[in-house]
DNA sequence: CTTGCTCCTCTAGTCGCTAGAGGATGTACG
DNA sequence: CGTACATCCTCTAGCGACTAGAGGAGCAAG
């Protein structure tokens, strides 16, 4: 048997949400734990590194459906990682799409606010150029 | 009386779709049109101008009420363009913080793809750095 | 007159949570 | 042993910004 951690502890440990945690079961993304007399979940360590595993996953911007497949070869370290890395690539393209276009807007972003006049609407070069599409240098996404 | 555009035409104009229109003007955000005799959506310039504004904004990746402030600023051109140079400014913040964030986060997926062994999953660097935190050089936002 | 396109309203679903109600259980202290 | 308070439970509803689909009406062309 081994040693029970409360939700509680489990959220603390691995940084997700109590109600977040109670989420993940839902959608099953995580197992559904063994409860305690008391009907409260009990988890163990091996919960508590798969909640890690999905942490960290998120804070890399992974989405839940690519998380379940990459927890899927996690857990079967005697296959193939193509999967996971199609993933990984994929998402890195991703994120340099996302920084590039980022970047264009940066520039608008500058663009508008240095060439604000601080004075009347009128003039100002924020409300113009959201106003007019033609004076604006962003095409990304 | 101006010339009538219907939905679609506005739309296709505007680059902004039929039912997201809709929902604009469910929200507040765009003024309900007058009507024609068969109950149709009927749109002057003066809307198509509101909703590029609006596209434009979005684009731009300012929030829904955001751009409620805007286009209040937008229709009283006689007014401070404090608010919207403050507005502009914040989203600028905001921008400039994502590129550092998912920057930090290119080089980790870099690294993971990279190291990838290209073979089994117990070897795979993706798997590896996503199941161990302390192997992630990303603690990013 | 019929075909097929656009339009109408309405409801419900998306994603990844978050908030809150209303109640049960567990623990620390006097 | 009682009581206060923290933590837990389930359930439903909400967030932002749409998107999808049902079921029906209107309109222009052949």
């Known amino acids: 048997m081994q040693q029970a951690i409360t ?42 590194e798969r909640l890690t595993f999905i942490r960290h996953s998120r804070e890399l911007g992974f989405e839940i459906d690519e998380i379940r497949t990459l927890l899927t070869l996690h857990d079967r370290p005697d296959q193939s990682c193509e999967d996971a890395d199609a993933i990984a690539s994929k998402h890195l393209v991703d994120v340099k799409q996302k ?6 807007l940066q520039h608008e972003l500058e663009r508008m606010v240095e060439g604000c006049s601080h004075g009347r609407v009128e003039t100002c070069k924020v409300i113009d150029i959201l106003a007019d599409h033609g004076k604006c240098r962003f095409h990304g996404e």
Chains 1, 2 share one sequence.
């Open 7 to 48: 939700i509680g502890s489990v959220s603390q440990a691995s940084g997700v949400k109590v109600p977040t945690i109670r989420y993940y079961e839902q959608i099953g993304l995580l197992p559904a734990p063994s409860r305690t007399e008391g009907n409260r979940r009990s988890y163990d360590h091996r919960d508590l």
């Open 99 to 104: 920084i590039a276009s980022l970047t264009a």
